[in-house]
């Protein structure tokens, strides 16, 4: 079983809606980050929580320690949003618990 | 601001050939630096990560090495490519938990 489960794997949505994608991890966490993977193959960093709730734009991530899942929510999608999005987690603190364990990403398409 | 860079952004290799990734870091002292690789259809997998010059740690056992020569440059090596090197490279950086990736290499061995 892996460390970080997404689901779910692919979605595809219409323009408007709106978009939940989750994430499930089974060890102890320092962080957790989601990531935006374009086409192209390069990655951004949307968000880095450790508990509550973050809002960017029409982009909202939520933690619940308790549980050990993260939802990430994209209000009134857009075509533009269509990319994978990657849930990763970090442990630990000190130089080399900065390393990321990763979900193998939920690829979402937004139809026009 | 910080600045991350790749290169090469794509690179076409026969097998047996050497590699040589290189990634250079902008704007910010010290960081950890971090390797890693997407297979195709496959998630990120790190490769190597560093704390400092000269350190290195490896995360699997591979064909592939890494070196620090320097605070900011971080390269990627292999002796000899082997077909299932084939992926998509990234660095990355990171002070405390957050991290910055840069642009990618797309590496086909054929």
């Known amino acids: 079983k892996n460390e970080v489960e997404q689901s779910p794997q692919n979605l595809t949505a219409q323009e408007g809606e709106f978009i939940t994608i989750n994430c499930s991890y089974s060890?102890?966490?320092?962080?957790l980050h989601w990531l935006q993977q374009h086409p192209g193959g390069g990655i951004v960093s949307l968000f880095m929580?450790?508990?509550g709730k973050k809002k960017h734009g029409r982009l909202i991530a939520t933690i619940n320690i308790q549980e050990k899942h993260s939802s990430l929510h994209i209000t009134a999608s857009h075509p533009r949003d269509s990319a994978v999005y990657i849930c990763?987690?970090?442990?630990?603190?000190?130089?080399?618990?900065?390393?990321?364990?990763f979900g193998k990403g939920t690829l979402l398409t937004v139809n026009p | 601001s910080q600045t991350i860079h790749q290169w090469p952004a794509t690179l076409v290799q026969p097998v047996g050939s050497p590699l040589s990734l290189e990634c250079t870091v902008e704007?910010?002292?010290?960081?950890?630096l971090y390797w890693y690789r997407q297979a195709a259809g496959r998630g990120l997998q790190l490769l190597f990560y560093?704390?400092?010059?000269?350190?290195i740690s490896s995360e699997v056992p591979q064909n592939l090495s890494a070196s620090r020569p320097q605070d900011r440059q971080f390269i990627l090596s292999s002796k000899k490519l082997l077909l299932s090197d084939s992926g998509f490279y990234l660095c990355?950086?990171?002070?405390?938990?957050?991290?910055?990736f840069g642009p990618g290499t797309r590496l086909t061995v054929l």
């Open positions: 560093s704390v400092g010059i000269g350190q």
């Open positions: 060890v102890g966490i320092s962080a």
């Open positions: 990763a987690v970090s442990r630990g603190s000190g130089g080399s618990n900065y390393k990321l364990t």
């Open positions: 929580l450790s508990s």
């Open positions: 990355a950086w990171s002070v405390i938990h957050e991290q910055f």
């Open positions: 704007g910010t002292s010290n960081p950890n």
